[in-house]
């Protein structure tokens, strides 16, 4: 007897799985540790779906967004680890140029970052906002409406983008 075990991710929409691979890329790039829920709206607002449309309706502007996220992020930084590893003598970027050589370029990506907590409720979330729309699968919008329904983060990075969340919520719903 099979069974077959179904997660969260297994629900996402390709575009979903999009946005929350532009999520941890988006962290990464800013050298945080952890994926939070202002990493999660950078990811929504440059993918293609009814979130980033949503999000552009309500006036904003990716490079705002992504100076906002960079500014209200308290994580720690990547750098922190690279260091760590660094102290104990092993060279991250001569990891990467020979994983690189051996596998292709951006074989070796160290260290990915995990989903924080706000950011795991706020995908756990999604499925709830997926499932009180009568949706099987979690679409962009469903994400947006777990961020906004989430920690503080988002929602301030979003204001202090010049967005009206709750006009926001209302579009999206």
């Given amino acids: ?19 929350i691979v532009a999520s941890r890329d988006a ?26 449309e949503a ?4 006036g904003l502007e990716l490079t705002r967004l992504r100076a ?3 500014s209200h992020s308290q994580a720690t ?5 690279r260091d760590a590893l660094s102290s104990l003598g092993i060279d991250l970027d001569e990891i990467r140029r ?4 051996s596998f292709g370029p951006g074989a070796f990506n160290y260290p990915r970052p995990p989903f924080s907590l706000a950011a795991k409720q706020a995908v756990k979330a999604s499925l709830e906002e997926a499932r009180a729309a009568g ?14 329904d989430g920690d503080e983060t988002g929602v301030s ?3 202090a983008s010049g967005v009206d969340v709750v006009r926001l919520r209302e579009s999206v719903r």
């Fill in 98 to 101: 020979r994983a690189d050589a």
């Fill in 68 to 70: 906002e996220v960079a």
């Fill in 1 to 19: 007897m099979t069974t077959e075990v179904t997660t969260v991710y297994d629900r996402f929409t390709e575009l979903a799985k999009r946005a």
């Fill in 77 to 81: 930084t990547a750098r922190d680890a």
């Fill in 135 to 148: 949706r099987e699968h979690i679409d962009t919008e469903h994400l947006l409406l777990g961020v906004l």
């Fill in 157 to 159: 990075v979003l204001t």
């Fill in 27 to 52: 962290a990464a790039s800013l050298g945080h540790d952890s994926i939070g829920t202002e990493h999660l709206l950078l990811g929504l607002a440059q993918t293609a779906g009814a979130a980033s």
């Fill in 55 to 58: 999000l552009r309706a309500q």
